[in-house]
């Protein structure tokens, strides 16, 4: 079956060409959207007085049979071929309730169709992408809550640099989904606006009730341009954006994970359900989980440029190339989510090693910012001070030894005013880290502060998915 037979003699069909544009196979997923706008455009259609009340019922009631025989066979689409999803229905329609299905689309066409159902889809999929965040949110701060006086060496270049709280340094993740959450909203405010009515390009010339429409199916208001809105794509990318934004902070974190879990670092262990052993070696733990979701980021990633590129320099209004919009936006944000879902499991059931992040603290000498300090509040000038710290930490380091096992006598040849005090400042990372009493510091007051917080915006935020 075809939408548009006439034109065209038959029998020249190449099946090679049919089966390269065909999208029934990626947008069959967008069935039930398809059911819906069509529902909801054949009253439309009703009450501009082009179809009877008879017709709505009938084709109401066909709508209806096509939904309840896709809800109820998972593989409804298994032996079925058209040209696209909208075919498809139109085709299911006639078979359910005669030619009365050859008016359902008076008036529109698959191009304000098609923008329809995807604004819908994303709509729903982003709620679904916060869900996930808040499964990750939830699982960052059970960890922070968790253990909460943990101190973990904080790096700059990945070289030791100050002492942080493990829960500082969890909710910086917190921070970076937050924002996700923040541009997801964004894109789903702008992408809520309705395509119905616009036809191929120019306008339907029936006198279809867009704002009624528009409220019907949930959208926020009616998109103002016609060519615009049937050839616009922009919220494929920003959604892909922002999926490849979070992938990227997923990436991040998980890159850290893979690092703290090498047995160097041994900060934290991955539950045996998210690492892989060798074939080879015996003893190998793999942090597989932690990997693929690094790896998955770069595909993310590749689906935003395809869009992009997809979209650039598209004459108006609507073009055949939008079809590639779908591949890559399902994909897109399946790997996110999957992605997100993993990733909260993985930190929801890592084993925590405080005793090795306080080991390696010591032994990257991270508290000597503050011992430099304290050389400043005794008046001698912070580059001196910094000077004279870094020696001291070239001479221990020489002998491989750590401020612990430092003498004073020994101490006292470098830096002329160490003492009690200053010992005691190099030896207690947990005095380190009290300094940093500044708003959004790593200071413990600070942190529980944090906590908080984002256990209030937390609850904001939809029920996260297990
Ligand atoms: N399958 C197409 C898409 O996903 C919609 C159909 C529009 N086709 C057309 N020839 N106007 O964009």
Not at 46 to 60: P, Q
Not at 282 to 288: A, G, T
Not at 291 to 308: C, Y
Request: glycine letters at 6%.
């Amino acid at each position: 079956m075809k939408l548009w037979g006439g034109r065209f003699s038959s029998g020249k069909r190449d099946s090679d060409f049919e089966r390269f544009s065909e999208s029934f196979s990626v947008d069959r997923r967008l069935v039930l959207y398809d059911l819906q706008v069509n529902r909801a455009y054949v009253r439309a259609l009703g009450a501009a007085r082009v179809l009877s009340a008879r017709e709505v019922g009938t084709l109401t009631r066909g709508l209806d049979a096509i939904c309840q025989y896709v809800e109820s066979r998972a593989n409804w689409a298994q032996r079925e071929a058209a040209e696209d999803i909208h075919t498809w229905v139109e085709g299911r329609l006639e078979r359910e309730v005669g030619p009365v299905a050859r008016k359902l689309r008076t008036g529109r066409s698959r191009n304000d169709l098609v923008a329809t159902e995807t604004r819908l889809y994303i709509k729903s999929e982003i709620s679904n992408l916060k869900s996930a965040i808040a499964t990750l949110l939830e699982a960052l701060l059970l960890q922070a809550c968790k253990n909460s006086p943990a101190i973990l060496p904080g790096f700059t270049h990945l070289q030791p640099a100050q002492p942080i709280l493990f829960a500082h340094y969890l909710l910086a993740y917190f921070e970076m989904l937050g924002r996700d959450i923040g541009r997801l909203d964004d894109c789903h405010a702008r992408a809520d606006e309705l395509p119905m009515g616009a036809g191929a390009l120019a306008g339907t010339p029936y006198r279809v009730d867009r704002a009624r429409l528009a409220k019907e199916l949930g959208f926020a208001r009616v998109a103002r341009n016609s060519l615009d809105v049937t050839s616009d794509r922009d919220f494929v990318c920003e959604l892909l954006f922002a999926c490849a934004m979070i992938m990227t902070h997923l990436s991040r974190l998980a890159e850290d994970l893979v690092i703290y879990s090498t047995p160097s670092f041994g900060f934290v262990e991955l539950a045996d359900a998210y690492a892989t052993g060798s074939s080879l070696m015996p003893q190998k733990k793999n942090p597989d989980s932690l990997e693929l979701i690094r790896g998955k980021a770069a595909r993310v990633v590749g689906r935003l440029m395809s869009s992009l590129a997809m979209l650039k320099g598209l004459p108006m209004a609507y073009n055949r190339d939008l079809q590639e919009d779908k591949p890559a936006l399902f994909d897109g944000i399946d790997t996110t989510r999957e992605s997100l879902v993993i990733a909260a499991r993985v930190v929801r059931t890592m084993r925590v090693h405080a005793e090795r992040m306080q080991a390696a603290t010591a032994r990257g000498y991270l508290t000597a910012t503050h011992v430099a300090d304290e050389l400043v509040r005794r008046g001698v000038p912070f580059a001196t001070a910094h000077e004279q710290v870094g020696r001291l930490v070239r001479h221990l380091e020489e002998r491989g030894a750590t401020f612990a096992e430092l003498g004073d006598r020994e101490a006292r040849e470098i830096i002329p005013a160490w003492g009690v005090r200053l010992r005691a400042i190099a030896l207690s990372p947990e005095s380190s880290v009290r300094r940093s009493n500044v708003l959004g510091g790593t200071a413990p007051a600070q942190v529980r502060r944090q906590l908080r917080a984002a256990e209030r915006r937390l609850r904001a935020l939809p029920r996260p998915v297990r």
